[in-house]
């Protein structure tokens, strides 16, 4: 839909009764209000909706807390987990004094990317195609108090339950520690809750790949395919949207957090992009692995950033739990043709147009409409600066020998070290002001305040072990 009358219509059509307003908040998470279909007029929809944005975490302050949501009528869906029937709307916000777009709007800042790109005149389109991963549980507890603290998650199809008694008896159909990529059924056991999803999202506009069981026990993937960079975030949303009320309709829950469980593999989100210009690939050529040297310079910027992308695109405390290593995940800067334990790979293709470069290292905890901006603007930082990114690691880098490991860069092995990067390796986020040195400084204070002291401060349970005898 691309007018008011149109989506006025559609309500129509499907006998709608509300109005959900979707936006994203500022550390990647949906928040929404509603209205009566009453209330959906040509007037709303070109004009917006104002609310009180004072009680948006990270956002106004009470003095200052008139806000509008201004809605973005390409996004129009019904939504799917409503009883009654309810259309859905992502908006973007606005200052209703200025006018103008908020800066601390996530999907703002995605938006001036997509033009930063097309202003520097390199290309017109950045595709992005992200691999999320998430765990399901069937009960999850946890609690944090001056008196104790714990956590629990349990699934039926994890191993530590092979001598559990189950209704019905217990079949042993258990998935091991790193056992869980690709079985079948009985072992695959959530499998018709993963299609269930997938018949979600494609009712939603989401074009789906592939979804199947991930390594760890309780652990999935789904593949959406790629998109323009801002309907990808879009649909990123959608997605985690999808997968959690889905899940709850089974009576199970879904975490994108990325790493739940110990000793195990984490989740991640392998982000796949390309450069596109007047309908034609750019990062195709004749270099390394079928790239073009611009492709190459692309990887430059993305390895000499990565501690400073790290800040967006592994932004949890958790997300260093993953990136360790002896579990698959990237910590070591280099790239690869094929090479999976490559922070950057690059991917067997049948033609030109799907010539894409594959970043490793962002996790399903991160707000995409940060991340996705980040890493494009470091990549574009290295064409403009033609950035070497040195020789490729075509060896399983984990067998390296420490004097050889050592001499490759590291990704960051906590928050605290990756927003000290950013601290550090800011100025290629401030180009066009994709990214403003308002939002670049409330993210840090906001990570480091609120989430690296935070978890510094508190007990662990672990230290009970090591330490309560000392």
């Not at 200025?98 to 390199?122: C, F, H």
């Not at 979804?211 to 789904?222: D, G, K, S, T």
Request: hydrophobic fraction near 35%.
């Amino acid at each position: 839909m691309t007018t008011p009358k149109e989506v006025i219509e559609f309500a129509k059509q499907n006998e709608v009764e509300m109005v959900d307003l979707k936006f994203i908040d500022f550390l990647g998470t949906w928040q929404h209000f509603a209205v009566p279909v009453s209330d959906l007029s040509e007037e709303m929809l070109e004009e917006g909706r104002m609310f009180d944005g004072s009680s948006i975490r990270c956002w106004q302050s009470i003095d200052n807390s008139d806000m509008k949501v201004m809605p973005d009528i390409e996004t129009v869906k019904m939504d799917p987990f409503y009883e009654v029937q309810t259309l859905s709307i992502i908006c973007d916000i606005q200052d209703p004094v200025t006018g103008e777009d908020y800066s601390r709007d996530p999907r703002s800042v995605t938006k001036k990317a997509e033009n930063y790109l097309i202003s520097t005149g390199i290309g017109d389109t950045i595709y992005i195609g992200p691999e999320a991963e998430f765990f399901m549980f069937d009960d999850v507890r946890y609690a944090q108090g001056p008196e104790g603290g714990f956590y629990s998650i349990d699934s039926t199809e994890c191993p530590w339950n092979s001598g559990a008694e189950e209704a019905g008896g217990n079949k042993a159909y258990k998935i091991g520690h790193k056992s869980g990529y690709f079985p079948t059924a009985p072992f695959d056991q959530d499998r018709d809750i993963r299609a269930e999803m997938v018949l979600a999202m494609q009712e939603l506009g989401i074009t789906i790949e592939a979804q199947h069981h991930e390594v760890a026990p309780a652990q999935h993937e789904i593949d959406i395919k790629f998109d323009t960079m801002l309907r990808t975030a879009d649909m990123m949303q959608l997605y985690k949207y999808v997968v959690r009320n889905v899940a709850r309709e089974y009576g199970k829950t879904a975490t994108f957090m990325p790493k739940p469980m110990f000793s195990d593999n984490g989740s991640g989100m392998h982000t796949h992009q390309s450069i596109w210009k007047d309908g034609q690939p750019l990062f195709a050529g004749d270099q390394y692995g079928g790239l073009s040297e611009m492709a190459l310079h692309y990887i430059g910027g993305i390895l000499k950033h990565a501690p400073a992308l790290a800040a967006f695109t592994n932004p949890l405390t958790n997300s260093y739990k993953r990136l360790v290593p002896g579990y698959e995940a990237p910590i070591n800067l280099a790239y690869s043709n094929r090479n999976r334990s490559a922070t950057v790979r690059i991917p067997v293709v049948d033609s030109p147009k799907g010539r894409r470069i594959e970043y490793r290292c962002p996790d399903s905890g991160a707000n995409v409409y940060f991340a996705f901006p980040a890493m494009m603007m470091a990549g574009l930082d290295g064409i403009q600066n033609k950035i070497d990114p040195g020789e490729p690691m075509d060896v399983n880098i984990y067998d390296l020998p420490p004097e050889k490991l050592n001499q490759i860069g590291k990704m960051p092995s906590s928050l605290y070290e990756s927003l000290e990067a950013l601290k550090s390796d800011h100025e290629f986020l401030l180009k066009g002001e994709v990214f403003t040195k308002d939002v670049i400084d409330y993210w840090l204070d906001w990570k480091m305040e609120e989430e690296v002291k935070a978890i510094d401060s508190r007990p662990h349970p672990h230290e009970f072990e090591l330490y309560f005898n000392c």
